[in-house]
Antibody, heavy 117, light 107 residues
Framework: EVQLLESGGGLVQPGGSLRLSCAAS????????MDWVRQAPGKGLEWVAS????????YYVDSVEGRFTISRDNAQNSLWLQMSSLRAEDTAMYYC??????????WGQGTLVTVSS | QSALTQPPSASGSPGQSVTISCTGT?????????VSWYQHHPGKAPKLLIS???MRPSGVPDRFSGSKSGNTASLTVSGLQAEDEADYYC???????FGGGTKLTVL
């Protein structure tokens, strides 16, 4: 059974940093692109970042470029999102998602990030 | 780049059918294969319902179907059930832009 378990969310002050983790199991992690998707309170889903199977290619939404870094360790079946220079508008539930064929075929339950003083 | 356009809300009675639209442009929905739909119950993980406009993953009831006409993709939920009440999102894989989401209410 495919499982994605996020952790690392919490309350952080504006300008602060946070590192989110996603532990994957039930599939061959190294075979899939992986992504982070977020949902701000009362808003819709927003794709945040993607990383290729071998970690060599990464993409980001413009609003986080230069502030967030996506990374992975295939030996540990783990995905991370390092977030810095956090802003109030980064407040959201952050989901780890597995890419299938042109889709997100499995999602985690999410971890909540709140940026507030 | 603009997000795809979805109606903010839709509703139907149990047993009825409801169709949710997702409108893009000739550069994304109109010109690309990979549009998918997701069901999201608040507090739970989003779930893939439809991929490549019309493909239903295993385990998704056949009450859910997808279609495409020009620059618009559509999701139809037939035989509405109470548990279908949720938020529904489309996404164009070319841009990875989601639609704004549609809140489906089962009356």
């Amino acid at each position: 059974e495919v499982q994605l378990l996020e952790s690392g969310g919490g309350l952080v002050q504006p300008g602060g940093s946070l590192r989110l983790s996603c532990a994957a199991s039930g599939f061959t992690f190294s075979n899939h692109w992986m992504d982070w998707v977020r949902q701000a309170p009362g808003k819709g889903l927003e794709w945040v970042a993607s990383i290729r199977q071998d970690g060599t290619t990464k993409y980001y939404v413009d609003s986080v470029e230069g502030r967030f870094t996506i990374s992975r360790d295939n030996a540990q079946n783990s995905l991370w999102l390092q977030m810095s220079s956090l802003r109030a508008e980064d407040t959201a539930m952050y989901y780890c998602a597995r890419e299938g064929r042109g889709n997100f075929d499995f999602w985690g339950q999410g971890t909540l990030v709140t940026v507030s003083s | 780049q603009s997000a795809l356009t979805q109606p903010p809300s839709a509703s139907g009675s149990p047993g009825q059918s409801v169709t949710i639209s997702c409108t893009g442009t000739s550069s994304d929905v109109g010109d690309y294969t990979y549009v998918s739909w997701y069901q999201h119950h608040p507090g739970k993980a989003p779930k893939l319902l439809i991929s490549e406009f019309t493909m239903r993953p295993s385990g998704v009831p056949d009450r859910f179907s997808g279609s495409k006409s020009g620059n618009t993709a559509s999701l139809t939920v037939s035989g509405l059930q109470a548990e279908d009440e949720a938020d529904y999102y489309c996404i164009s894989w070319k841009t990875k832009l989601f639609g704004g989401g549609t809140k489906l209410t089962v009356l």
